[in-house]
Structures are given as structure tokens and as C-alpha cells.
């Protein structure tokens, strides 16, 4: 038998339930991974506690929890390649990420592959990078974001907020982002100017030449940006759902192109892009991380440990 965190009902964080759960194994075309840590997003919580969505995914119930996930490889199946026994990996699974073993195809590369973890990273930060990476390279991309640019994105503190800032500074961007005032201090350190959140945004930042928008948590900045006469197609939502507002382009993780996540992995061990942890929490106390991230007030990410 081995560990899985689950849920029954829908709801808040006090149905997910640590059980024990028979041992999956690798079968054809599949690698089973020993997971050592899952990172918490958004989508995690959101797939709990709304029926609605949990069915735009295809989950139903009983179902597993989380998908972001970094561990060792433990058993290969017959017919794949480029991966052995004891190799470091990241990836998704959704739906049951937060597990003591999760079996995965093993493609070569896609957006929500399975990726060799570099030495170098910690499997802690390795689990934070398959959603928020991928979501924040897909989201700039979309926008076609340049040396220049001045991006305004909302959200900016966020979990994908901190990739997306880093990358677009990266980028030779100058970034504005979005957040509460308490943030401001942690905005500023990631190299963004920070932005107060709310009514009145368009007017906060109509003199500070904004020429692309990304929109990581609701619409607001979205809207804000077609206020100030960006163009639709120099404006990113991941939240808004397919049809968000004023033709703006809708993307996520699933768009990020082929090597994105090495590029990100690349930064990292070069010094040029730091991934905030804001806390870490053993899989026991489940209910306590989903509360903290499900909060929306932390900064960085939240990861849980197996």
C-alpha cells in the first residue's frame, strides 16, 4: 500500500483526506515516480471546491488531488526511452499529484511532459515549475513580449506572477505589476514597480507608457489595458476562462512552446531567476497548505513534501 491524498465531496480544504491506497506500477509507454514534493496551485483548490470546473477537466468523484509533482523515478515501463531507474524528474499529474508514487506517460518533451530535474535544482523547487512556468512563458508569448515593452501584469506576486515578472525582465521589459500594498517590497526585490490593485487601475499607470498587459488572476488588468487602448492581441488572461473580454488572448500552460521549461531550468542554475518558496508543509498537514494557498494573500508558492 502506499500514501494519496483524495477527496469525496467537493468543498473546502477539510474533505481532502491523507488514505492509503493500493501501490500503482508502470505499465507500457509509463514511468512510475516516487514523489518527494508537489507544488500547490490555484487550479488545485479551484477543482475541489467547484463542481463545474472539476467537470471542464473530466474529474469526477472519488478523485486524487494536485498536479504539479517532482521525485525520482522508480520503475520504467516496457517501450520507453530516455528515462532510467533513479532519475530526477518534474511534471504534471492531474488529479493526483499529492501521492506517494504517481505513474506518467513518458514523451520526450510537451507541455505537460515529464522533464529531467537538473542536478543543482531541489526537487522543492523543481515541483513549483511544471504550472506556473508554463503558464507564465505561454502567457508572454502570447502577447509577444519584447525589449522595450513595458508589460503590465496583474497578479504580479502571485505564483505564476513571480515567473512571469522574472522572465519579462529577463526579456529586456520593464514590468509593472499588480498587487496589495503589503507586497510592494517583495515586487520591487523580483525587479517589477509595483502597482496597487483595484478600482482606478487604468488611471494609476496611464502615464507610465504601457505597451502589453498579462492578466494573471481575474480580469481586472485586462480591462484596465483595453482602457488605456492596448490592443487586444498585446493582451494575455489564464483566468478568464475561453472568452474573455474585448477579444484579448486567452492562454495557458497548455500553449507554452517546446523547451520552455528548460529555458526556465536554465535560468535558474545561471543565477537569473529565483523561485520564492513561501512555505512548505509535510503531506500530513494537507489541509493547513491548501488553506494558506487557497488564501490568495502568499507570496511565492506553497509546496508539500512526501
Known amino acids: 500500500m502506499s500514501r494519496a491524498v483524495g477527496y469525496e465531496t467537493f468543498g473546502g480544504p477539510e474533505v481532502l483526506e491523507l488514505r492509503e491506497v493500493p501501490e500503482p506500477h508502470a505499465g507500457p509507454g509509463e514511468v512510475r515516480v516516487r514523489v518527494a514534493a508537489a507544488g500547490l496551485n490555484p487550479i488545485d483548490w479551484g477543482l475541489v471546491s467547484r463542481p463545474e470546473a472539476a467537470a471542464r477537466f473530466g474529474i469526477t468523484l472519488p478523485s486524487g488531488f494536485g498536479y504539479d509533482f517532482a521525485g525520482v523515478v522508480d520503475e520504467v515501463g516496457p517501450g520507453v526511452t530516455g528515462y532510467a531507474a533513479g532519475d530526477r524528474v518534474h511534471g504534471g499529474a492531474l488529479a493526483r499529484a499529492v501521492a506517494d508514487f504517481v505513474v506518467v506517460k513518458a514523451p520526450a518533451e510537451a507541455p505537460d511532459g515529464l522533464f529531467h530535474t537538473p542536478d543543482g535544482i531541489s526537487d522543492e523547487v523543481a515541483s513549483t515549475l511544471p504550472v506556473a512556468g508554463s503558464s507564465a512563458t505561454a502567457a508572454l508569448a502570447a502577447i509577444g513580449l519584447r525589449p522595450g515593452d513595458t508589460v503590465l501584469i496583474g497578479g504580479a506576486a502571485g505564483g505564476v506572477g513571480v515567473f512571469a515578472v522574472q522572465l519579462a525582465r529577463l526579456a529586456g521589459a520593464k514590468v509593472l505589476g499588480t498587487a496589495s500594498e503589503g507586497t510592494f517590497g517583495f515586487l520591487r526585490e523580483l525587479g517589477a514597480e509595483p502597482v496597487a490593485y483595484g478600482p482606478g487601475l487604468a488611471d494609476r499607470v496611464r502615464a507610465r507608457g504601457v505597451t ?28 478568464a476562462g475561453p472568452n474573455p473580454p474585448g477579444g484579448v488572448r486567452a492562454t495557458g500552460g497548455a500553449d507554452a512552446e517546446p523547451g520552455a521549461m ?12 529565483t523561485v520564492p518558496i513561501a512555505a512548505v508543509f509535510p503531506v500530513e498537514r494537507i489541509r493547513d497548505a491548501v488553506s494558506l494557498q487557497a488564501g490568495r494573500h502568499v507570496h511565492g508558492k506553497v509546496v508539500v513534501t512526501l
Open 262 to 273: 528548460a529555458r526556465i531550468t536554465d535560468a535558474i542554475l545561471a543565477g537569473e531567476l
Open 212 to 239: 502589453a498587459a498579462a492578466d494573471l488572476f481575474g480580469t481586472e488588468t485586462a480591462e484596465a489595458a483595453l482602457e488605456l487602448g492596448i490592443p487586444p492581441e498585446r493582451i494575455a488572461t489564464i483566468a
